[in-house]
């Protein structure tokens, strides 16, 4: 058991030998020092920023035998994010704060905008229009569809801009005015209660907004169908699109 959880031991002061240990292993020197556990300890780092450390987690280290993790370690520039960002295709827009700060992203092959926090961006640095594995197949195959049968038209996918924060699967634009919007409800994703409510509210607020909406009901247990999609885009999507590029 680790010897920081036994009762008692994080309200007495750090020894002296607590202390040396902390500052010889860690490269750390403790300036100020906390009375009790509720208060706070001031240390300087080993690139001499100071911090202001809890009682409770040095205790933590010196009983645990744990590195210190400096903050200033840890911390990512904005220059190291707008460089991984740059490797990947994607110009960062605005400032980088902190990892839970949301990001202005733009694709460099696409022109796509879009918002992502540092800490999902690092592990999924796509873009959401050009990279679309995450969707079904009948989904993707739609989309692709749209595209080529509409060159002159905008598609986005996962459009989070008209209905934030929630996202609508397929977004049909000619410049800055909505088309179409198109929600693939797949039925493994779209069989709870739960999201049923959302799927309403989307199609109640396109209607309130005056804006063309169609849900496609999609049974996945299927698997890829192809004549499936292509029905839909026929006799649904189509006549609305073509209709509204004549009134262009």
Same mark, same amino acid.
């Given at each position: 058991m680790c010897g920081? !959880?036994? !009762?008692?031991?994080?309200?007495?002061? $750090? &020894? %002296?030998?607590e202390i040396e240990y902390l500052e010889r292993e860690n490269n750390v020197k403790i300036i100020g020092r906390a009375h009790d556990r509720s208060g706070k300890h001031t240390l300087i780092c080993p690139k001499g920023k %100071?911090?202001?450390? +809890?009682h409770q987690k040095l205790k933590t280290l010196a009983k645990c035998k744990k590195p210190y993790k400096c903050?200033?370690?840890r911390t990512f520039t904005k220059g190291h994010v707008s460089d991984f960002l740059d490797g990947k295709g994607i110009t960062l827009i605005s400032e980088y704060k902190n990892q839970r700060t949301k990001l202005d992203l733009h694709?460099?092959?696409c022109n796509h905008k879009w918002?992502?926090?540092?800490?999902t961006l690092r592990a999924h640095p796509n873009c959401?229009?050009?990279?679309?594995? &995450?969707? +079904?197949?009948?989904?993707? $195959? #739609?989309? %692709?569809?749209?595209?080529?049968?509409?060159?002159? #038209?905008t598609v986005e996918?996962?459009?989070?801009?008209?209905?934030?924060?929630?996202?609508?699967?397929?977004v049909v634009k000619h410049g800055d005015r909505v088309l179409l919007g198109i929600e693939w409800n797949? %039925?493994?994703?779209? &069989?709870?209660?739960?999201?049923?409510?959302v799927d309403n509210w989307k199609r109640e607020e396109m209607n309130r907004m005056g804006l063309d909406f169609i849900q496609i009901e999609d049974p996945q247990g299927k698997g890829f169908r192809p004549d499936f999609v292509m029905e839909q885009l026929e006799t649904l999507i189509i006549p609305v699109l073509d209709k509204s590029c004549k009134r262009l």
């Open positions: 920081s !959880k036994r !009762k008692g031991i994080m309200d007495r002061p $750090f &020894t %002296e030998q %100071e911090h202001v450390v +809890s903050y200033c370690q694709c460099q092959n918002q992502r926090i540092w800490r959401p229009r050009c990279c679309r594995s &995450t969707v +079904s197949k009948n989904e993707n $195959f #739609l989309y %692709e569809q749209i595209k080529n049968k509409y060159p002159h #038209l996918g996962n459009n989070r801009d008209i209905l934030k924060p929630r996202e609508i699967d397929i797949g %039925e493994y994703w779209h &069989t709870s209660k739960q999201v049923r409510v």
